[in-house]
């Protein structure tokens, strides 16, 4: 049981966020700092975990409602960090580089808390799970993730058709804007054909795509109403930064894995070598697990307590937040990552 409470740490980036919050401006950048700079060098010094789980212990995990509630007490936690940062802005009226501060560290909390947590609650089947991920895209204006990554990326994962699956040679900057476009009109597509799939009309309420619109636009006008522009324009900066937090995660997960064409013209099925993991404890915990994301895609029906590490699995040289910062200097990047790159994938990519 000690051992399951590990996951807290995953409270540890909003817990920085509250406290950086409250000491004034001059604290509004404690999050950043903890996250990138205060993260990676304990990954550095902490050990590098490669166990997997015995039967006993699986089947204990798999059934203890311990690891759902870690989960589900995210939601009041991002939402409650908005409402507090607008209050603030309210109060205080932070400009410059406090603005910045502001809406960076909220812009973490979203990319980590909100879009990380809505990804694992949205591969689940129970209906009020998939509700809770929506609800927690909301606040980040990426509801449409849920029916891209669900039905397009663990479909297209490692193709060129994909959209998340950065390509060698390829920067994270030139990445972001690729991902995020296509993402999207990759979501209407999916959208669309899910309408004819069921033979439903666009103006149903089995168009996703269109409720998400409306929600965010009353989210945003809402915000517009209570808090005026500097809420409004706050908002949007923190919801942009937590989508590039899940870009740059979604550019190290794929960079320059490829899978094989089958004589057939189709791909070969995802498997273990077609996704980055990562056993450095620290980005484990606090990403619930994100890092052994090799086996989130062989199995993407398996809950985060139960991820295994496989040893053909391409592997990073460091952790997750160390691999986020190193990638957006891209020619160390490139010097970093390529030769590690399997060569067929590699000769294929280029």
């Keep these: 049981m000690a051992q399951d409470l590990k ?59 311990l690891f759902n509630w870690l989960l589900y007490l995210n939601t009041p936690i991002v939402y409650g960090l908005v409402l507090y940062a607008l209050h603030l802005l309210a109060t205080h009226r932070p400009v410059g580089f406090d603005y910045l501060g502001l809406s960076l560290t909220v812009g973490i909390v979203l990319g980590t808390n909100g879009i990380n947590v809505a990804h694992e609650l949205g591969h689940r089947r129970e209906w009020y799970h998939r509700f809770m991920a929506k609800f927690l ?67 149903s309420v089995y168009n996703d795509m269109l409720f998400y619109i409306l929600i965010q636009a009353g989210y945003l006008s809402l915000v517009y109403f209570v808090s005026g522009p500097a809420g409004f324009l706050f908002v949007l900066g923190a919801a942009l930064a937590g989508i590039l937090l899940l870009e740059t995660v979604n550019y190290i997960e794929h ?17 273990e070598m077609h996704s980055w993991n990562s056993n ?33 699995s391409p592997q990073l040289p460091f952790g997750y937040p160390t691999s986020m910062i190193l990638a957006l200097c891209p020619p160390f990047w490139f010097r970093l990552m390529n030769p590690r790159i399997p060569k067929p994938m590699r000769e294929a990519g280029t």
């Excluded at 998340?164 to 995020?180: D, E, G, H, M």
């Design 255 to 271: 960079y320059g894995l490829l899978r094989a064409k089958l004589p057939s013209g189709r791909y070969e099925r995802v498997r």
């Design 280 to 312: 450095h404890i620290m980005g484990r915990i606090i990403l619930y697990e994100l890092t052994r994301h090799s086996d989130h895609h062989y199995k993407s029906s398996k809950k985060y307590q139960l991820l295994d590490y496989h040893d053909r």
């Design 7 to 65: 996951y807290l740490a995953a409270f540890s980036i909003p817990l920085t966020a509250f406290l950086g919050l409250y000491s004034g401006v001059g604290g509004y950048f404690l999050t950043p700092v903890y996250a990138f700079i205060l993260v990676p060098l304990l990954e550095r010094l902490l050990h590098v975990d490669a166990s997997n789980l015995d039967a006993e212990e699986r089947q204990n995990k798999a059934l203890n409602p």
């Design 137 to 203: 895209l909301l606040p980040c204006l990426y509801m449409h993730f849920y029916i891209e990554h669900n039905f397009g990326h663990h479909v297209h994962a490692a193709t060129r058709e994909d959209p998340a699956t950065a390509r060698i040679n390829q920067s994270v900057y030139s990445f972001w804007l690729t991902s995020v476009i296509r993402q999207y009109f990759s979501a209407w597509q999916l959208q669309l054909q899910l309408l004819k799939l069921r033979d439903r009309p666009f103006l």
